[in-house]
């Protein structure tokens, strides 16, 4: 039975019944593919379906949510039913009669799910070779394909009907190349919510050779100095430092509950005049895009923080319940087995002026970073620690030899108010946020930045 055929309403005023402020439905409709091609062959190749539907309640700024894979309508008025007898605080809630405009989508080319499985293995196996017939010092290699196809239906007690079909794909490529004892990593990962028209821009070929020069670009690079130096960060070095040392803060749950260094701050200065951050689920194409949030509210551009001032938080249903404001869209969730929780989407500093160029020659010797790696952050006092992936000395105002084994270290708020050149261009990165045990796609970005001093992890007196 398909889902529009159900009594949505009365499935709705079956979770009301004891009482309740609000009550949604959420369907999912999952169709996944994924590829895996280690020690030059295909390991695993599966497809999958998964479906299911979340009830949830919100009363007295609390949750209750269950969640099933039986999708017909006893299934779904008993579950209701357990969830009402979990509120029990009153009077019958009540629910408007549901309006809905159809299934959206955003635009996507060539859908995964038109494609044959063998041509999506010779995606895979295409950077596979590529990757091993490049040098002789490559040692592993692992390429991943993976898409997704998810329909979702959201309907609430005010009367919302949304539904939404989203698509995405994610594709990587990581190698492990040797020499003399060194070892040393490349990882390229391309996505987005598109279809295989992505491999018209990006080749699995160039997206197998970036990995591989990365790797070997590595092997060779010297071991990076130690201590507080001018750090130029890339606009390809993608969003990391944006999304760890600033954007988990401004969730508002984090907030609300104090584990933020930006609790309580809005309207306060947090970073650099020259700072502009921004969190937009509108953008076509990117990985942590889409039509709708997971609690059916319009995606939406948020602006975080404006020329260095907080501006506001990143809410969902209920958390914007507890400040007596809006949802900015926020709401999100790895699937119907969880319930919505405020997320980033595509979260990045916004672009400045100043031409790339002249940011790096204005530092006499620093450190460019070209491309970061993984990190962590304490969202309570803003304390980080990111590794850098690809990194290059600065000297004299020009990108000098390449370096490895560096870290960044500092504190987001600090480190926001010291930036003090913005460049005029912007480059995204893409990853699978985790949070409260979800992973969600997101994207993130920033353009060529100047920060005056950091302390960079190195070796210490190596110059």
Same mark, same amino acid.
């Given at each position: 039975m398909e889902i529009k055929e159900l009594d949505t309403e009365r499935i709705l005023r079956e979770c009301l019944k004891k009482g309740g402020d609000y009550a949604d439905l959420?369907? /999912?409709? @999952?169709?996944? @593919?994924?590829?895996?091609?280690?020690?030059?062959?295909?390991? =695993? %190749? +599966? $497809?999958? #379906?998964? #479906?299911?539907?979340?009830?949830?309640?919100?009363?007295?700024? =609390?949750?209750?949510?269950?969640y099933t894979n039986s999708v017909d309508e006893d299934s779904l008025l008993e579950l209701a039913d357990t969830i009402s007898r979990m509120v029990a605080s009153g009077k019958t809630g $009540? %629910? !408007?009669?549901?309006?809905?405009?159809?299934? /959206? $989508?955003?635009?996507?080319?060539i859908p995964p799910s038109s494609v044959p499985i063998d041509r999506k293995v010779d995606l895979v196996e295409k950077g596979n070779r590529c990757a091993w017939t490049m040098d002789k010092r490559v040692r592993q290699v692992k390429v991943v394909y993976g898409d997704g196809l998810r329909r979702v239906l959201i309907a609430n007690s005010e009367g919302n009907l949304v539904e939404e079909e989203r698509t995405h794909i994610l594709y990587f490529v990581h190698v492990v190349a040797e020499e003399g004892g060194v %070892?040393?990593?490349?990882?390229?990962? +391309?996505?987005?919510?598109?279809?295989?028209? +992505?491999?018209?821009e990006d080749a699995p070929e160039e997206v197998a050779r970036r990995a591989v020069d990365? !790797?070997?670009?590595?092997? #060779? !690079? #010297?071991k990076a100095p130690g201590g507080r130096m001018p750090v130029v960060l890339s606009s390809e070095a993608g969003g990391t430092m944006i999304h760890e040392a600033i954007g988990h803060g401004l969730e508002a749950d984090l907030a609300q509950q104090g584990l933020s260094v930006f609790s309580g701050r809005v309207g306060e200065e947090v970073a650099s005049k020259v700072v502009t951050v921004v969190d937009d689920a509108t953008l076509p194409g990117k990985r942590g895009s889409f039509l709708y949030d997971d609690e059916g509210t319009p995606a939406q551009r948020t602006v975080l923080v404006e020329r260095g001032v907080l501006k506001g938080y990143l809410y969902d249903r209920l958390t914007a319940m507890k400040d007596g404001v809006e949802s900015t869209g926020n709401g999100r969730r790895e699937s119907y087995h969880y319930r919505p929780i405020p997320r980033m989407t595509n979260t990045f500093i916004a672009p400045g002026e100043l031409d790339p160029g002249s940011i790096i020659s204005s530092v006499e010797r620093g450190l460019f970073v070209k491309k970061m790696g993984g990190g962590q952050v304490n969202t309570v006092n803003g304390n980080f620690v990111f590794e850098v992936s690809e990194g290059y000395l600065i000297e004299k105002g020009k990108v000098?030899?390449? %370096?490895?084994? !560096? @870290?960044? @270290?500092g504190?987001?708020?600090e480190v926001l108010k010291m930036i003090d050149m913005v460049g005029n261009d912007l480059g995204f990165g893409i990853g699978t946020c985790g949070k409260d045990g979800?992973?969600?796609?997101?994207a993130d970005a920033q353009p060529t930045l100047r920060i005056p001093e950091m302390v960079v992890g190195g070796e210490i007196? =190596? /110059?």
């Open positions: 959420y369907y /999912e409709d @999952t169709l996944n @593919t994924s590829i895996v091609c280690e020690d030059q062959r295909i390991e =695993k %190749v +599966i $497809s999958g #379906r998964d #479906r299911g539907v979340g009830l949830r309640v919100i009363f007295g700024l =609390k949750t209750a949510y269950a $009540s %629910v !408007a009669i549901l309006k809905g405009k159809g299934l /959206e $989508s955003m635009p996507v080319t %070892v040393q990593t490349g990882y390229e990962p +391309i996505g987005g919510t598109l279809g295989l028209e +992505i491999f018209d990365r !790797a070997l670009l590595m092997l #060779r !690079a #010297r000098g030899e390449p %370096v490895r084994g !560096a @870290t960044l @270290t504190n987001g708020p979800q992973g969600v796609p997101v007196g =190596k /110059e």
